[in-house]
């Protein structure tokens, strides 16, 4: 599409909003998972692998348990 087609500009305006939408919501994301992984796995050391290779097998799962329930009830919410 050229900008000199009818409708372009409101075409070129939303690929850029477009664009623009999922670069914020990238970083928001991304935020929010570091966010998480802080509160799941706080620990005494700096990196979520460090704390994460010293936790007990418990804490593994009762993680994944969590995270599942999380999606699980995610996917209810939105499928219905």
């Not at 500009?9 to 935020?31: D, K, N, S």
């Not at 929010?32 to 620990?43: D, F, M, P, R, Y």
């Not at 599942?68 to 995610?74: C, K, L, M, R, S």
Request: one cysteine or more.
């Amino acid at each position: 599409m050229t900008f000199l087609q009818a409708g372009a500009p409101r075409f070129w305006l939303a690929v850029l909003c477009t664009g623009i939408g999922a670069g914020v919501g990238a970083i928001v994301l991304t935020r929010l998972l570091q966010i998480i992984q802080h509160v799941v796995w706080a620990g005494s050391g700096t990196h979520i692998l460090d704390v994460a290779s010293r936790a007990g097998a418990w804490r593994h799962i009762l993680v994944l348990l969590g995270a599942g329930a999380v999606v699980g009830i995610g996917q209810l919410a939105w499928c219905g």
